[in-house]
């Protein structure tokens, strides 16, 4: 079986978003090895995966392995895949997902500020982008622009999308997208939220860059 590791994690990592996202097929994972991606299949709930069900594609569209169809947003992931190869990008892996938190954001805001320091991990401000139909190439088009310089979009009336240089990094990053949008409802809720700065966020990415005792001198 091709990449079978690839495919187990690709299921694990599925699974590990069913009890957050919408019923039904709502999450979308793929990971690429080299010009091979295994994307989750068409038809299959998340939490009933197995790694068979996981087609195996190249990264020009073609099903090589797998033993249901791709799942809708493929077109998506294949090219969000396309593009980080193309710009050098170190990015293997994909998720995206349709949660209650970036649904809700993503049918309000043209961008969802950046509230808190760790937004600076993911790029800062998060485009949202314009409403298209799901597996279209155009909503692929719209994804791949919004996550210029991101590690993380918002797809308007759709829910969220994250990349990562391995699957645990894109989830932690879709966790923290959808953690940013439940913090900016929340804080919505009491007031009119204060924004960071590109400036603040330049601050704190200096400040990742150290250890727990930061940049000053003992």
Known sequence: ???EQERRDVCLTARSLASVAAPG???TVSVRSGDLVVVTPHGVAPDQLQPADCPVMSVDDRVLEGRHDPAAETTLHLAVHRGAVE?????????????ADTVAVSAVLAELPPVHHRAAALG??????PYTTYGTGEIS??????LKGRDA???ANHGGVALGRDLEQALENLRLLD???????RARQIGEPRVLSEDELARVRARDAHGWAGPDVF
Do not use: P
């Open 25 to 27: 097929e709502s999450v």
């Open 124 to 129: 800062g401000a998060i485009a949202v982008t």
């Open 141 to 146: 088009d719209q994804a791949v622009k919004a």
């Open 179 to 185: 953690w940013l949008c439940s913090a900016y409802i």
């Open 1 to 3: 079986m091709l990449l």
């Open 153 to 155: 979009a918002l797809l």
């Open 87 to 99: 710009h050098g990008r170190d990015v293997t892996a994909v998720v995206n997902a349709f949660t």
